[in-house]
C-alpha cells in the first residue's frame, strides 16, 4: 500500500471516530432532555403560571432538563423560562424551587427589617407556600439581598429539611431564589439523653474531648453524617449538637446517646 | 493518475494541518482545581468544580490530597492559558493555605483571571484576594468567596448545587445565590462575590 493511501486511510479513521464521539455524546444528551420534557411538560404549564404569576414574571417555558439530584435524592425537572429556572419534583410534581437567572444586583437594600418581613411574608402568602412553617430568621445576605428562612416546627424544635428558604430585593421585588425543603421530621422515640450526658458521650467516643472541650450545646434537628465515623443514615433526628472550642461541632443522638455526625469550620 | 493522487494527499494533508493549528490557537482557557484532603470533603469538591469548569468552557486538571503552596503558586504563576481556579481548603481573610498549613497571601498572587473561588471561610470578608487575583472592574471577571465563617459538610452541599446545577445556566452571581438557597439550614452559606455580576463564568 502506498503511503497516501496509508495517510488517507488513518485520516479517514479518526474522523470517523470524532464524529461516532460527538454522535454518542449528542445523543445521550438530547434523550435525556427528552425524558425530561416527556414526562413533565404537559403537567407543568399551569403550575409554572401559578408559581411565577404573584412575582410578576412570564412563565413560558423555553427548555426542559433533567437533573438527578444527588444530595436528597430527587429527580428533578427543571424549567427554563425567560427569567427563571423552576424546579419541579419528578415524582410528586411538587415544586422545589424557583431561581433566577440573571440576579439584577442592581440596587441596595437600605429597607428596615419591618419593611423586608412585611414584603416576603405577603410574597410567601401569595405564593401559596406552607402556612403551618414559622419565619425563623431573616437577615441581609449581602449589600443587595436578604435571606428569610420560614421552618416547620416540633414541639420548640424548628426542621430545617421541612422549610423555604428565599433570598429577595425587597427594593426591586424580586425573588432572586426560593428553595422548598421537603422533608418532615418522622423520629417518635423520647429525648433520654442529657446536655451532660451527651457531653460525656462525645468524650468517650472521640479524642482529646472532654467536658471542658464543649463551649455549647443544642437540641437540634439535625441530619448524621460520616464526619466521625461511617454513617448512611440521612433520616433526621434530634440530636444534641455539641460545639468544641475550635469550633468543632459533634451530633449525640438525644434517644440512643449514639455520635452520628459532625462538622468543622474550613477556616 | 499517481500524480493528481499525490496532490489528492498533499491537499488533505495541508486541510488537517489547518484544522490543527485552528484548534490548538482556539484552545480554551484553562482552569486548575485543588483540594486540600485535610477536608473530608476535598475529593468531592473537586470532582464537583471539575465538573463545572468543564461545562463552562474551561480545558480543566484537578489534584486533591496534600497540595502544596508551590503547587498552587506554580498554577498562580502560569504564563499559559490559565485564567479560572478553585481551591478547596482552609484559609482566612486574605489567605489561604495549603495541605501543612502554609498560608499563600494577596502579595503572591498575580496575573488576570476570569474565574477563581476560593473555597475557604473568609476568603471573601474583604477584597483583598479578589483584587490579587485582578478580578474586579471587568464585565468578564469574577472572583467568589465566603464572606464568613462556613462548615465543611455546608460548603460541599453548595459546592454541588453551585457546579452540578446552576453554572453555567446563570450568571455566577445568579448561581451562587441559587446554591446557596439549597443548602438547608439558616445562614449556612455567606457566600459572596467580587467583581462582574453579569458574567456567566464562560472560559474565553
Redesign the interface.
Known sequence: M???QK??IL?AVLFSLLISIVYAATENSSSLDEEAESLTEAAISSQIENILEPIGTNSTIRKIEA?D???TDQKIS?V?TDNY?VSLNNSTKQLV?I?????K?NLKTTVTKESAREFITSKYNEMNLPSEYTL??L?K??DY?W?A?FQKEYNGLYN??E?V???FNPENEEI????I?NDPYTETSETTISSEEAVSRAANSIDNINSESIKDSKLTLIKG???YKENKDKTIHKAWVLVTQE?D?IFVDAASGEIIGG????? | MIKS??I??VI??AV?LVISISTISNASASSKVFGNSQ??YASDCVGYAIYGYNLLGYSVTGSSGQITTSDMLAWIGNTGNGYGMYV?????DGYFNDYYGYSIVDTDISGNWDFVYI????SAASNTLASAFNTIGYTNRCFLGW?N???????C?FN??LWT??IG???V??AA??A????????TT?I?LYGS??YYGTAR
Open positions: 502506498k503511503k497516501y495517510i488517507s485520516i437533573f439530584d444527588k444530595m427543571k427554563y429556572i424551587g431561581y433566577e437567572k440573571e440576579a444586583y425563623v430568621y437577615e445576605f449581602d439581598v435571606e428562612d430545617m429539611y422549610a428558604k428565599v433570598f432572586v431564589a426560593l428553595t425543603f453524617n460520616s464526619f469550633d461541632q462538622d468543622s469550620i474550613n477556616d | 493522487k499525490k489528492i494527499s488533505l494533508i488537517l477536608s473530608g478547596h481548603t482552609y484559609g482566612g473555597d475557604s471561610s473568609y464572606s465563617a462556613v462548615t465543611i459538610s455546608n460548603a452541599f454541588y448545587y446545577c446552576y445556566n446563570t450568571t452571581q445568579s445565590v441559587s446557596a438557597s439549597c443548602v438547608p439550614g439558616t445562614g455567606p459572596a455580576t453579569s
